[in-house]
């Protein structure tokens, strides 16, 4: 897209690019271009590739192993891992935690927590929604009672992603019940391996394991856990959602799924004998969430050049643009996805993930890249719920924005 950069930033780019070429490992990138599910591992190294060159934490300053670069170069990085097809990261650490830690940690909380999770030793998971608490999160009702220097957790988190896979959650519990009820909620950090945790499986409509119910019962957990002032947890929360719904803002993963349907467009799927590039209601619709993505792409260069002038960047300054860019991003992704599974049209039918994940004695139905549509498709309807759902955001806008 014809957005212009500086002589330093196009350089950048190009070293970026060129190192990402070389060190994302192919098998990985297979995998990602085709939708195959990532295993721990994959994740977990590729982190560690990207850590021993000091790139894994771009929101991190410099003093606690960040790589110092501007907020261009933040974007610009982000934007490249999606059009190489690297593995995306584990987000729950190095760009939701970490930034807590580093703005509202102690010092001694920096020492323990921020190395582990920086060089991958460490894996963390989130620990917000409820069965009764998703969208409505100050609602929740896990509580966390003081018993000397040890919280006494109980409660159950719902959908907590990677759980599975993690060492460590960051969760808000609620440590008293006076007042309004974003009153009262604390940030604790929780070993996964404390006595009282359990750990469910919840498989979502792709068939994939990714998220988990977690159960707390008598868990205990030091009080010098508890990040930031205690029954202040709500402000921290908030802080870290801004984090977690402008996700570096960047359009890579965008721009990869835009390309990927363009070339099926373009070759064996046809209809009435001619490719579907060439039907004029099917260009026009590719044609339509190209210029929504330019649009939301051109949005985002604002926003950095304005908190790039300000030097601003935070869970407060980012408000608006991470609430606008969050339901923009959401919903082009999903109508991407949507257009995929119209262009290869009866091959979307077939789940065909253990075709290529586990080996079967038949060929996959269709070609490659149908293997994956549909359950890719499936899996992406839960971006407008997650952070917040859009009609939180919406909501969330018309208040603080619009004065409604």
Not at 90 to 95: D, L, P, Q, S
Not at 232 to 237: A, H, L, M, T
Request: charge should be neutral; hydrophobic fraction near 40%; aromatic fraction near 10%.
């Amino acid at each position: 897209m014809d957005l212009t950069f500086s002589p330093e930033d196009g350089a950048f780019r190009a070293e970026v690019r060129a190192y990402l070429a070389e060190a994302t490992p192919p098998e990985l990138k297979y995998k990602v271009e085709n939708g195959i599910e990532m295993q721990r591992d994959d994740v977990v190294g590729w982190h560690k590739t990207l850590y021993r060159k000091g790139w894994v934490a771009p929101n991190w300053p410099k003093e606690h192993g960040g790589p110092g670069w501007s907020l261009t170069q933040k974007y610009i990085f982000d934007e490249e891992l999606g059009l190489a097809g690297a593995p995306r990261l584990i987000t729950f650490g190095v760009n939701m935690c970490g930034p807590v830690l580093i703005g509202f940690g102690t010092k001694a909380q920096k020492r323990r927590f921020l190395p582990p999770m920086l060089s991958g030793e460490h894996i963390w998971c989130q620990g917000y929604s409820e069965p009764e608490a998703g969208s409505d999160l100050a609602s929740l009702r896990t509580t966390a009672v003081r018993d000397g220097d040890e919280w006494v957790i109980n409660g159950a988190k719902t959908w907590t992603t990677k759980a599975h896979w993690s060492d460590w959650c960051f969760l808000l519990a609620r440590t008293h019940s006076e007042g309004r009820k974003q009153e009262g909620i604390s940030f604790i950090l929780v070993d996964l391996k404390t006595p009282g945790i359990e750990i469910r499986p919840i498989y979502l409509m792709d068939g994939l394991h990714e998220t988990n119910m977690v159960f707390y019962n008598d868990v205990r957990v030091p009080v010098a856990n508890t990040v930031g002032e205690i029954h202040k947890g709500w402000s921290i929360g908030k802080y870290l959602l801004a984090h977690e719904r402008m996700s570096g803002g960047s359009l890579g993963q965008h721009k990869t799924v835009l390309r990927q349907l363009k070339e099926i467009a373009a070759g064996d799927e046809k209809s009435g004998g001619r490719p579907l590039a060439a039907q004029p209601d099917f260009a026009r619709h590719v044609a339509a969430i190209e210029m929504e993505l330019r649009s939301l792409e051109a949005f985002n260069m604002r926003a950095i050049d304005k908190f790039s002038q300000h030097g601003e960047l935070g869970g407060k300054a980012l408000g608006a643009e991470a609430n606008i860019f969050k339901i923009r991003n959401s919903e082009i992704l999903q109508r991407l996805y949507e257009l995929k599974v119209e262009a290869i049209g009866y091959y979307a039918m077939p789940y065909q993930l253990a075709a290529l994940k586990d080996g079967w004695n038949e060929p996959a139905i269709g070609a490659e890249y149908a293997n994956a549509c549909t359950p890719s498709y499936l899996h992406f309807r839960k971006v407008t719920i997650y952070s917040g759902s859009n009609e939180i955001q919406h909501n969330i806008l018309a208040k603080a924005q619009l004065g409604m």
